[in-house]
């Protein structure tokens, strides 16, 4: 019985040190991150993960296209904007706190009935979190992250700031980043001047930017677009 205990204790004097250094990587990977939210509290960020990702794709295939992305204040950005992108892609987002946790567990049924990950569940809070600092893989180690970093950016910031920070940096084309290049790239206006049906036509891009800037004259955006446009009145946005 002694050797067994004294196997069991230099097994783990082996494998103590391991286990540490992953535990004290980790610690260190998400207070590196935690730092860029509390920077992005109060500056804008440069780029982002996706962002980096999309200009590395057009450089690889040698395409003319380059990034655009013009920064614009929140209140630089049209109310039916705003009202279209919470009524399409989380419609509890300033009351949550960053997770929607029913979405989550529904997600997850489906995708475990279809055998692969096609939902996610993610609120904007999330999809900010991924655009930021993630990619666009689907895994639920990736999930998991999402939700740590959302609950970092509910935490250091507002549901108006974190309502800016995402739409300034979504995807919304072929290159198109944000909602003023989105505004200027589809519909020749800025920003602050997209009406309620623009608005709801661009957020209705949002699920697959690339495919459907391709194909604009799309039955399923269009269809998708009358339904957000009807349900805009009913959400609220951060003041």
Do not use: C
């Not at 962002?51 to 295939?61: C, F, S, Y």
């Not at 997770?99 to 692969?116: C, F, H, P, S, T």
Request: aromatic share 10%; glycine share 4%; proline share 3%.
């Amino acid at each position: 019985m002694k050797r067994k205990h004294k196997s069991k204790r230099s097994l783990w004097a082996i494998l103590r040190w391991p286990f540490w250094i992953v535990v004290l990587a980790l610690l260190a990977y998400e207070s590196t991150i935690f730092a860029q939210v509390v920077w992005f509290r109060w500056n804008n960020p440069g780029s982002t993960a996706f962002i980096d990702a999309e200009r590395e794709r057009l450089q690889q295939n040698k395409s003319a296209l380059r990034i655009r992305q013009q920064w614009v204040t929140y209140q630089n950005i049209s109310r039916s904007a705003k009202q279209a992108v919470i009524a399409a892609e989380d419609s509890g987002f300033v009351t949550h706190d960053g997770v929607d946790w029913e979405a989550i567990e529904k997600a997850a049924q489906e995708n475990l009935k279809r055998g692969k990950i096609r939902r996610g569940g993610s609120t904007i809070t999330m999809q900010l979190a991924k655009n930021l600092f993630l990619s666009s893989d689907r895994s639920y180690l990736r999930k998991g992250q999402e939700v740590v970093i959302a609950a970092m950016l509910e935490l250091v910031m507002d549901k108006r700031r974190i309502l800016e920070l995402y739409l300034n940096t979504a995807e919304w084309g072929l290159g198109v980043f944000g909602i003023e290049a989105a505004a200027r790239h589809y519909f020749d206006v800025p920003a602050a001047q997209l009406d309620p049906m623009q608005s709801a036509w661009l957020a209705s891009v949002l699920p697959s930017p690339k495919r459907f800037d391709r194909q604009r004259d799309s039955e399923w955006i269009s269809e998708r677009a009358l339904i957000i446009f009807e349900r805009m009145p009913k959400v609220a946005t951060p003041k």
